[in-house]
């Protein structure tokens, strides 16, 4: 059986009823003006070929005045979509309102129509379009004026035939309709709003926690530059260096000022980053270089410790990760590594293929840590311990390293004795040498 046609006018007819519903609606609208919009659109759409139709029927049966408020009220609800469609949203509820009232009260009143339940309409849609209070007890008092006018004086003239008693039920029937269709709606443009709003929230608490990250970041990538230069300077003030030792020290100290300026290079990278979030963004590249850059980092640290960091890394060995958070995760490691190693301990830098994962170790000899203690490292109940050198650190870096490797679908482990040391270990995807044409 061949089914194309009419899945295809299905489809066709489902696209034109969303575009007319959503005339007017602009992406870059507030939420709840869109949705009021919408509701608008959805009572103008129905009545333009009801009232086309009353205008015929009334026509025939000789009620040409009301068949012209029947054609007249059609023309204002297609006049309603097009003024949305222009974005003047509202002259389109004024015109809609003020002209359905005025129509409303004269054919209920003289044609006895039961058009007054129709102002039940035009107020209910007032109260969900407008905030104004004013506006609203203003608009309200004029409805509920008519729709008591038409009840209580009710008014008889020879232009104005009667419509029948049956026609009078379908009338109130359909703005009864009306009524359920308006509610319905409000109903489930509050149910939008609440999700929307929960997801601004969610948005919000990412923000904050990538706002901690980040905080985190810069504490580990500036707090040893300075420490340094805080050393050094205290030397400087005190004397204690001969004056033959100054341009060696000076030029430690340009070293550490450009490690420093290189790591609020990386602080202001990650913001712009990070601006919707962190997210990993991986790429091809060898592992030994980055290594050498991060025990660059912590060079001042290592000698002022004694400590000895044995490396061996592949020379082609290549992670397919986000460069800069596979940096941060070493650096945490590294930093941890010196925090708790003994002076002139040492430390092991090993990395080697495993599979379709690199597995790279730190691995010190220092204090160590004891199992109830591995168990939180990950988590925010864990109490960060004093460094052999009375460092202390935040916990929070740890916390970050487990997030960066489960955005590049890594892992890490981690193994530790107490006064045996620590080995940080960390899995992440091997790298892949893309030989460029004609190599």
Same mark, same amino acid.
Request: hydrophobic letters at 45%; a neutral charge; charged letters at 15%.
């Given at each position: 059986?061949?089914?194309?046609?009419?899945?295809?006018?299905?489809?066709?007819?489902?696209?034109?009823?969303?575009?007319?519903?959503?005339?007017?609606?602009?992406?870059?609208?507030?939420?709840?003006?869109?949705?009021?919009?919408?509701?608008?659109?959805?009572?103008?759409?129905?009545?333009?070929?009801?009232?086309?139709?009353?205008?015929?029927?009334?026509?025939?049966?000789?009620? *040409?005045?009301?068949?012209?408020?029947?054609?007249?009220?059609?023309?204002?609800?297609?006049?309603?979509?097009?003024?949305?469609?222009?974005q003047r949203y509202l002259s389109a509820r004024l015109v809609a309102i003020l002209c359905s009232v005025v129509i409303?009260?004269?054919?209920?009143?003289?044609?006895?129509?039961?058009?007054?339940?129709?102002?039940?309409?035009?107020?209910?849609?007032?109260?969900?379009?407008?905030?104004?209070?004013?506006?609203?007890? !203003?608009? !309200?008092?004029?409805?509920?004026?008519?729709?008591?006018?038409?009840?209580?004086?009710?008014?008889?003239?020879?232009?104005?035939?009667?419509?029948?008693?049956?026609?009078?039920?379908?009338?109130?029937?359909?703005?009864?309709?009306?009524i359920i269709v308006a509610l319905s709606f409000f109903k489930h443009i509050q149910s939008d709003y609440q999700l929307?709003?929960?997801?601004?929230?969610?948005?919000?608490?990412?923000?904050?926690?990538?706002?901690?990250?980040?905080?985190?970041?810069?504490?580990?990538?500036?707090?040893?530059?300075?420490?340094?230069?805080?050393?050094?300077?205290?030397?400087?003030?005190?004397?204690e260096y001969p004056e033959d030792e100054m341009e060696e020290a000076a030029a430690i100290l340009h070293k550490k000022?450009?490690?420093?300026?290189?790591?609020?290079?990386?602080?202001?990278?990650?913001?712009?980053?990070?601006?919707?979030?962190?997210?990993?963004?991986?790429?091809?590249? *060898?592992?030994?270089?980055?290594?050498?850059?991060?025990? *660059?980092?912590?060079?001042?640290?290592?000698?002022?410790?004694?400590?000895?960091?044995?490396?061996?890394?592949?020379?082609?060995?290549?992670? *397919?990760?986000?460069?800069?958070?596979?940096?941060?995760?070493?650096?945490?490691?590294?930093?941890?590594?010196?925090?708790?190693?003994?002076?002139?301990?040492?430390?092991?830098?090993?990395?080697?293929?495993?599979?379709?994962?690199?597995?790279?170790?730190?691995?010190?000899?220092?204090?160590?840590?004891?199992?109830?203690?591995?168990?939180?490292?990950?988590?925010?109940?864990?109490?960060?311990?004093?460094?052999?050198?009375?460092?202390?650190?935040?916990?929070?870096?740890?916390?970050?390293?487990?997030?960066?490797?489960?955005?590049?679908?890594?892992?890490?482990?981690?193994?530790?004795?107490?006064?045996?040391?620590?080995?940080?270990?960390?899995?992440?995807?091997?790298?892949?040498?893309?030989?460029?044409?004609?190599?």
């Open positions: 059986m061949h089914k194309g046609p009419p899945g295809y006018l299905y489809q066709l007819t489902l696209r034109t009823w969303n575009y007319i519903v959503n005339v007017g609606v602009s992406p870059l609208m507030p939420f709840i003006e869109s949705r009021r919009t919408k509701l608008l659109n959805l009572l103008a759409i129905p009545c333009i070929p009801f009232m086309l139709f009353f205008a015929v029927l009334n026509c025939s049966q000789g009620r *040409y005045l009301l068949a012209v408020f029947n054609l007249l009220t059609s023309c204002i609800n297609v006049f309603v979509l097009w003024l949305h469609w222009k409303y009260t004269f054919t209920g009143l003289f044609f006895h129509n039961g058009a007054e339940y129709f102002l039940l309409n035009i107020l209910l849609s007032c109260l969900l379009v407008y905030d104004n209070k004013w506006l609203n007890a !203003g608009l !309200g008092l004029l409805i509920i004026s008519a729709f008591l006018v038409i009840v209580l004086m009710p008014q008889h003239w020879y232009l104005a035939d009667p419509v029948p008693r049956s026609r009078v039920w379908a009338n109130i029937a359909t703005s009864l309709v009306f929307e709003i929960e997801k601004q929230r969610e948005a919000l608490a990412t923000m904050n926690k990538d706002k901690e990250k980040l905080f985190s970041i810069v504490a580990h990538d500036i707090r040893s530059p300075l420490a340094t230069l805080e050393i050094l300077l205290d030397m400087f003030r005190k004397g000022i450009s490690q420093l300026g290189g790591s609020l290079d990386n602080v202001l990278r990650w913001s712009s980053r990070s601006m919707k979030g962190i997210q990993a963004q991986p790429v091809n590249f *060898y592992l030994g270089p980055l290594a050498t850059e991060v025990l *660059y980092f912590f060079e001042m640290t290592i000698q002022q410790k004694g400590i000895t960091v044995e490396t061996s890394i592949p020379d082609d060995l290549m992670l *397919y990760a986000d460069k800069d958070q596979v940096s941060v995760i070493l650096r945490n490691f590294l930093s941890n590594a010196l925090k708790f190693s003994y002076a002139g301990g040492v430390i092991e830098l090993k990395a080697q293929a495993v599979g379709a994962q690199v597995g790279i170790g730190i691995t010190d000899h220092g204090t160590g840590m004891p199992p109830t203690q591995v168990l939180n490292l990950f988590s925010y109940n864990q109490s960060p311990g004093y460094g052999t050198g009375g460092e202390r650190g935040t916990g929070l870096g740890l916390i970050l390293c487990k997030e960066f490797a489960q955005q590049n679908n890594g892992t890490i482990t981690v193994e530790s004795n107490v006064d045996k040391g620590t080995r940080f270990t960390v899995y992440l995807p091997v790298g892949i040498t893309v030989l460029k044409e004609g190599e």
